[in-house]
């Protein structure tokens, strides 16, 4: 249900130098969604009445990120004035006039916070009746981060900028985290007053909290019990290190669900994964994407997924797969690569060295060792040899393959396309398919074989073969 008395602003307008990259901060990528992305659907999952965006470095891409995965969601610019408390300024200029409730604040580079910890925020900040709350935490190095000041009585008094603070206001470990929820009218009042006189010459949003207290208003913080949760990304080891705690996250998740994770350390599964419970994942394997796995299936080791769903009691080992789908107790691999448009049956299988792109392989049919099929349909119940390649590329077009039900086709064949193998069909060892092949048929092009004696002691006299051939003959008379 709504929240009619909630709205959402997020802070996204930051350049990030600090990652040293193209690519915006926010829209770097995190177990498969963007930081923002993971904002979003963090703010989301408070179900607010409005969401807002500031933006403003790459603005275009990533207003066009945001609006993909929030299209709801309300883009503002923010102006030449920096500072959050600029950014929240003209945020709250966006929100229609009659809103008149509380305004959670957040930043689009801290992927780790999650609802339950802004839920239980909102309901200490309404419960307290605060004009402002904020969460706090307690860092072992508060380099970067903004001081929680308090009063004798505990009371929370003001935040110091780091580039701000005295000595011994550098010397407190308890932080803002930059998360905060503000009733809003007080909020707008304030907001106005604050000034750009500091250090860094912009508005803070934390000047905020210290103009509310000389108000006389409630401002009160809430500290989080894991200091990790409200950690901001900033560059690549930040990413690295919230990248390693969010898959924990995720693996301990599914494991609490029923999926067997044999080494954790080795097992990356990104947020939009599905797994079903007795799943078992082994070392080295990487789940990408909005890839799904039923129940029972074993997947690993050494194996990448992207957008890949794997029927019940399937097994794939050492494979890489995108946007393919394997059937109920197929098997895949070793050593199989699956492209785009993949399709194996129940019970089928794609074995060792063999690649397919955009490709069916009915039911209980298998294409065991050593091949490339591609743009290919294979019946049900069908056995393609080892070696074989359909040819589906003539140097301008792409053509398609058909292979019937219950076929046998030899090792070392290539089919031309475009050629259908009817149903039933053989083909012959080294066959290479011009030409459809009737149901039943079999199918060969094998010349005769033609053997020249002598040619070895002729062509290479001297060699170890040679020797070898002659005390064979020798060995014969």
């Not at 993949?342 to 009915?362: H, P, R």
């Not at 039911?363 to 490339?372: D, F, Q, R, T």
């Amino acid at each position: 249900m709504t929240d009619l008395n909630l709205a959402v602003v997020v802070l996204a307008a930051g350049q990030g130098t600090r990652m040293k990259s193209r690519r915006p901060k926010v829209l770097h990528s995190l177990a498969g969604r963007s930081l923002i992305g993971h904002v979003l659907a963090t703010a989301g999952e408070l179900s607010p009445r409005h969401v807002v965006a500031v933006v403003r470095h790459e603005r275009d891409s990533v207003v066009a990120t945001i609006s993909d995965i929030m299209p709801a969601a309300i883009i503002v610019d923010q102006d030449e004035v920096p500072g959050t408390g600029r950014a929240v300024e003209v945020a709250l200029r966006a929100l229609p006039s009659d809103f008149d409730g509380d305004v959670v604040v957040v930043s689009g580079d801290v992927p780790l916070l999650d609802s339950a910890t802004l839920l239980g925020l909102v309901g200490e900040h309404r419960s307290a009746a605060a004009a402002a709350t904020l969460l706090s935490a307690v860092m072992e190095d508060a380099t970067g981060y903004g001081r929680l000041v308090r009063s004798a009585d505990g009371a929370v008094d003001r935040i110091v900028e780091q580039a701000d603070a005295a000595d011994e206001e550098l010397a407190i470990r308890e932080v803002n985290s930059g998360t905060y929820v503000f009733r809003v009218a007080p909020l707008r009042e304030q907001l106005a007053a604050v000034t750009s006189a500091n250090a860094q010459g912009e508005k803070y949003l934390t000047d905020v909290v210290g103009l509310l207290r000389a108000s006389g208003a409630i401002v009160s913080a809430v500290p989080v019990d894991e200091g990790w949760r409200v950690a901001g990304v900033n560059d690549r080891v930040q990413l690295a290190e919230a990248a390693r705690r969010m898959n924990q996250l995720i693996v301990q998740r599914w494991q609490r669900d029923g999926v067997t994770v044999q080494d954790p350390a080795t097992t990356w599964i990104d947020a939009d994964v599905t797994l079903a419970p007795d799943v078992e994942l082994l070392p080295g394997t990487q789940l990408k994407g909005a890839t799904l796995v039923q129940a029972g299936a074993t997947i690993g080791p050494d194996t990448t997924l992207v957008d890949t769903e794997v029927g019940e009691d399937a097994v794939v080992r050492r494979t890489d797969a995108t946007l393919a789908v394997i059937g109920p107790r197929a098997t895949v691999g070793p050593f199989a690569y699956l492209r785009p448009g993949t399709y194996l049956g129940a019970d089928g299988k794609i074995g060792t060295f063999v690649e397919t792109k955009n490709s069916t392989i009915g039911e209980g049919s298998k294409v065991p060792h050593l091949s490339y099929i591609g743009d290919t349909t294979v019946g049900e119940q069908s056995n393609v040899g080892a070696g074989t390649i359909t040819a589906n590329y003539d140097g301008v077009n792409k053509s398609a393959t058909t292979v019937g039900s219950h076929v046998r086709t030899g090792s070392h064949n290539v089919f031309v396309a475009p050629v259908t193998i009817g149903d039933g069909a053989y083909t012959g060892a080294g066959t290479v398919v011009r030409k459809d092949v009737p149901p039943g048929a079999l199918a060969i092009t094998a010349a005769s074989q033609r053997n020249m004696p002598g040619w070895v002691a002729a062509n290479r006299p001297g060699t170890a073969a040679a020797k070898a051939a002659e005390e064979a003959e020798r060995a014969g008379e």
